[in-house]
C-alpha cells in the first residue's frame, strides 16, 4: 500500500499547530458533512513535523453531542472499513445504552462506504463518519432510521492555526489553507509556512 508523506516546516514566527484535513465530496446525504481536523500537530517557529498515512479507510462514531465547528471528534470507536469490500456497518445502542457499530458487511453501493443509523440511535448524542489512516476525516450527526453513504474522493488540504485532531472544521472559514496533490510516483511534499505566513508546497 502507498505510503503517502507531508513534512510541514515553520519558518515563520507564529506557534500553533499545522493541520491536515480532506473537503467532503458533494453529497446527497441528509444533514451537514463536517470535515475533521485529521491530522494536528504543534509546530514551533524554526521547527517540523511529517504525517504519514496511507489511502485505508475506516468507519468511526463519537458521543460528540450536537455537532458543530469547534467541538471536537474523538472515535469512541474505528472499524476497518474497503469501498469495494467490508463497505457497510450499522449503528445501534446496545441493552445498556452504548453506541456501537454492528453488523459490518458489504451490502453497501460498491465504491462508497454506508453507515445505517438504527431506529434506537439517541438523537443529537453521536456523530458518524469515515476516516482514513485511522483518524477521522468527516462526520455528521447520526439520527434514528437514517442512512450516510460517503463516497471516497481523497484530498488533501493543509493551514496552521490552533488545532488538533479530530477538530470540527468550518471549510467555509479556513484561509490560507493550501491544496496539496500527489500523483504517479509522487508520494512525499513538503510545506512551508514563510515569514509572510503564507504555505507554500513544493
Same mark, same amino acid.
Given at each position: $500500500?502507498?505510503?503517502?508523506?507531508?513534512?510541514?516546516?515553520?519558518?515563520?514566527?507564529?506557534?500553533?499547530?499545522?493541520? #491536515?484535513?480532506?473537503?467532503?465530496?458533494?453529497?446527497? $446525504?441528509? !444533514?451537514?458533512?463536517?470535515?475533521?481536523?485529521?491530522?494536528?500537530?504543534?509546530?514551533?517557529? !524554526?521547527?517540523?513535523?511529517?504525517?504519514?498515512?496511507? #489511502?485505508?479507510?475506516?468507519? #468511526?462514531? %463519537?458521543?460528540? *453531542?450536537?455537532?458543530?465547528?469547534?467541538?471536537?471528534?474523538?472515535?469512541?470507536?474505528?472499524?476497518?472499513?474497503?469501498?469495494?469490500?467490508?463497505? @457497510?456497518?450499522? +449503528?445501534?445502542?446496545?441493552?445498556?445504552?452504548?453506541?456501537?457499530?454492528?453488523?459490518? =458487511?458489504?451490502?453497501?453501493?460498491? !465504491?462508497? +462506504?454506508?453507515?445505517?443509523?438504527?431506529?434506537? #440511535? /439517541?438523537?443529537?448524542?453521536? %456523530?458518524? =463518519?469515515? *476516516?482514513? %489512516?485511522? %483518524?477521522?476525516?468527516?462526520?455528521?450527526?447520526?439520527?434514528?432510521?437514517?442512512?450516510? /453513504?460517503?463516497?471516497?474522493?481523497?484530498?488533501?488540504?493543509?493551514?496552521?492555526?490552533?488545532?488538533?485532531?479530530?477538530?470540527?472544521?468550518?471549510?467555509?472559514?479556513?484561509?490560507?489553507?493550501?491544496?496539496?496533490?500527489?500523483? !504517479?510516483?509522487?508520494?512525499?511534499?513538503?510545506?512551508? @509556512?514563510?515569514?509572510?505566513?503564507?504555505?507554500?508546497?513544493?
Amino acid at each position: $500500500m502507498t505510503q503517502y508523506s507531508l513534512t510541514c516546516v515553520n519558518s515563520s514566527q507564529l506557534s500553533g499547530s499545522f493541520a #491536515v484535513f480532506q473537503k467532503p465530496p458533494p453529497s446527497t $446525504m441528509p !444533514g451537514n458533512v463536517f470535515s475533521l481536523a485529521w491530522f494536528a500537530r504543534p509546530t514551533a517557529p !524554526g521547527t517540523q513535523v511529517t504525517f504519514q498515512w496511507s #489511502v485505508d479507510y475506516s468507519f #468511526v462514531w %463519537s458521543e460528540t *453531542g450536537i455537532l458543530k465547528p469547534g467541538i471536537n471528534f474523538s472515535a469512541s470507536q474505528v472499524l476497518p472499513a474497503d469501498p469495494d469490500g467490508q463497505n @457497510m456497518v450499522q +449503528l445501534t445502542v446496545d441493552d445498556y445504552g452504548a453506541s456501537r457499530f454492528a453488523n459490518p =458487511g458489504s451490502g453497501g453501493s460498491v !465504491g462508497s +462506504l454506508t453507515i445505517q443509523q438504527l431506529s434506537n #440511535v /439517541v438523537p443529537n448524542r453521536t %456523530s458518524v =463518519g469515515v *476516516g482514513m %489512516s485511522g %483518524s477521522g476525516t468527516f462526520a455528521i450527526q447520526a439520527a434514528p432510521n437514517m442512512t450516510a /453513504v460517503f463516497t471516497p474522493h481523497p484530498n488533501y488540504w493543509v493551514l496552521f492555526g490552533n488545532y488538533t485532531t479530530g477538530d470540527v472544521m468550518d471549510i467555509e472559514d479556513v484561509a490560507g489553507a493550501v491544496e496539496v496533490t500527489y500523483g !504517479g510516483s509522487l508520494t512525499t511534499r513538503t510545506a512551508v @509556512m514563510g515569514l509572510d505566513n503564507l504555505i507554500t508546497v513544493s
